[in-house]
């Protein structure tokens, strides 16, 4: 397994990163969700894979990748699979122009799951409360974002949730999948 300072092509990683950790949402749904964002016209449909966040968008010094490493391990022990459902449609404007769909199932496992990750060398405060979703469409007109809502609605998937994904931000702006933590 390569080194999270070493890229898996052997280049190094720059001194500062940034990194996100996720429950990634399976195929089909994954692709579906996607499909429907880029419909809507948001820029970063295709940059951004479909997932529930446990850790938002956070700068490291790569120097604390391997006990971020560690520290995801650990909690990726303490955690048993669970069974996710993704029903109906949510937003939370007028406080963030976002439309998503709900997790109904699997919402009390990730708020667990989430507290546990943003601990340790992860510690860091959110800008809001944490709330469990897939989002669907993001920084758009009000118009664009009441059709996502209304399209939303309808949605429903079911999966089993056998882990979490630590992801990097790279130079490019797309958010790429790095390692997989399976729990125990």
């Known amino acids: 397994m390569t080194p999270l300072t070493q ?25 579906q969700l996607q499909d429907a964002r880029a ?27 391997p006990k971020i490493e560690e520290h995801l391990a650990s909690v990726a022990a303490a955690h048993r699979p669970f069974r996710m459902l993704l029903r109906g ?10 439309v998503f769909v709900r997790v109904e199932e699997g919402a009390q496992e990730c708020r667990l799951l989430e507290a546990d990750v943003r601990s340790g060398p992860l510690a860091r405060e959110l800008a809001f409360p944490y709330h469990p979703h897939v989002t669907v469409a993001h920084g758009l007109p009000e118009d664009v ?19 979490f994904s630590l992801s990097r931000f790279d130079a490019d702006e797309v958010w790429r999948p790095w390692r997989a933590y399976a729990f125990a």
């Open 89 to 98: 449609a949510g937003t939370f404007r007028p406080v963030s122009p976002v």
């Open 145 to 163: 974002l009441e059709r996502a809502y209304e399209q939303a609605r309808g949605y429903r998937a079911s999966f089993r949730v056998p882990g």
């Open 7 to 31: 890229l898996p092509d052997g280049e190094r990683l720059p001194e500062l990163l940034t990194i996100g950790v996720s429950v990634h949402i399976p195929e089909p749904y994954g692709t």
């Open 39 to 65: 419909a809507h016209g948001d820029p970063q449909a295709r940059s951004i894979p479909t997932h529930v966040t446990l850790l938002p968008p956070t700068e490291v010094p790569a120097e604390l990748l």
